[in-house]
């Protein structure tokens, strides 16, 4: 098993910017993709962004695209996601996730690992 643990959440004004951080543990492998998803109440989960292994290939979603970047520490067994320009919008809880395979995928089922996920909240 892999466990993921996120931190880093809060509360922030518009234009602020948040770093969440994901800790992996546990049965680990090479070539694991990580993503980040979020999820506002009411909504379906929503592909943030994802890294693959060695950090070589990134995807974002369309709504945090030039404003989100996402980094990995395969050392450490870190992942990050450095949010900017944050907007109201952005409001959710975010999940850091991994994939056993090389491959990214947007689609929230196609992750085999989740986190408890972490709050963050953009007020206007």
């Known amino acids: 098993q892999v466990q993921l643990v996120e931190s880093g959440g809060g509360l922030v004004q518009a234009g602020a910017s948040l770093r969440l951080s994901c800790v992996v543990s546990g049965r680990t492998s090479s070539g694991m993709v990580m993503g980040w998803f979020r999820q506002a109440p009411g909504k379906e989960r929503e592909f943030v962004a994802a890294?693959?292994?060695?950090?070589?290939?990134?995807n974002f979603g369309d709504s945090v695209r030039g404003r989100f970047t996402i980094s990995r520490n395969n050392a450490q067994n870190t992942g990050s996601l450095q949010m900017n320009s944050l907007k109201p919008e952005d409001t959710a809880v975010y999940y850091c996730?991994?994939?056993?395979?090389?491959?990214?995928?947007?689609?929230?089922?196609?992750?085999?690992?989740w986190g408890q996920g972490t709050q963050v909240t953009v007020s206007s």
């Open positions: 890294v693959t292994w060695n950090g070589g290939i990134t």
């Open positions: 996730a991994a994939r056993r395979t090389a491959l990214i995928s947007t689609t929230p089922a196609r992750y085999d690992y």
